[in-house]
């Protein structure tokens, strides 16, 4: 692991007014200790099973965010401690994470994730349904939640044009969420999109949290 490039890396972030996320899915935990001890702090886990194995063995001030699509049976693992909760794509996973939070007697943070990427393996909400989703949250009561903005995952591809549209899609998404549902709302800002194979597309397009593995990992 390079020390010099990831302190760039979270240098060019801090610069953009945007957060990182340390997505810490298949790492070691030497490794994830080399990177708390250059000060972060947030880590990002793709699966339940896989976050509660790093969970004990790990610092306690490591903030936990789940960043893969996240099974209903699996919610009351993590509402105890989790940080973040960036993949609900569905009114049944709300319903479920608002259960756990009043179990717990907290709010949880989550972010609605969309998608914008024209790719079977994709998670996340239609962008054609976002009124019809917008109107049943307002309709009903999610007390135990906190809905602070969307998340979502461009395409896989080397094509940068593709990826710009779809990244300019999910800022339109929260431009109109943040301009219109959530315009009272203090804790609705954040935009999580860019990985790190786009992480610097996504900050010129608005990102305020980009999410990365393989390029603060890697020598």
Known sequence: MNRSKIEDIKSLVNSRNAELLVVSKNRPLE???????MGFRKMGENRVQSLLD???????????????????????????????????NSISLLK???????KNSRVIPILLQF????????FGLDPNDLENT???????????ISIDGVMGMGTYTDDKNVTIVEFRALK?????????????????NQLSMGMSGDYELALNHGSTMVRLGSILFED
């Not at 479920?96 to 009043?102: M, N, P, S, V």
């Not at 998608?115 to 994709?122: F, G, I, P, R």
């Open 54 to 88: 790093k969970k004990d063995k790990l610092p306690e001030d490591i903030q936990w965010h789940i960043i893969g699509h996240l099974q209903r049976n699996k919610v009351k693992y993590i509402a105890p401690f989790v940080a973040l909760i960036h993949s609900v």
């Open 172 to 188: 339109s998404i929260f431009d109109k969420l943040k301009g219109g549902y959530f315009k009272d709302s203090e804790t609705f």
């Open 134 to 144: 917008l109107q049943y949250i307002e309709d009903n009561s999610f007390p135990n």
């Open 115 to 122: 998608k914008v990427a024209n790719e079977d393996s994709k």
């Open 31 to 37: 490794q994830i200790e080399f990177l708390y001890n």
């Open 96 to 102: 479920e994470i608002q259960k756990q939070a009043l």
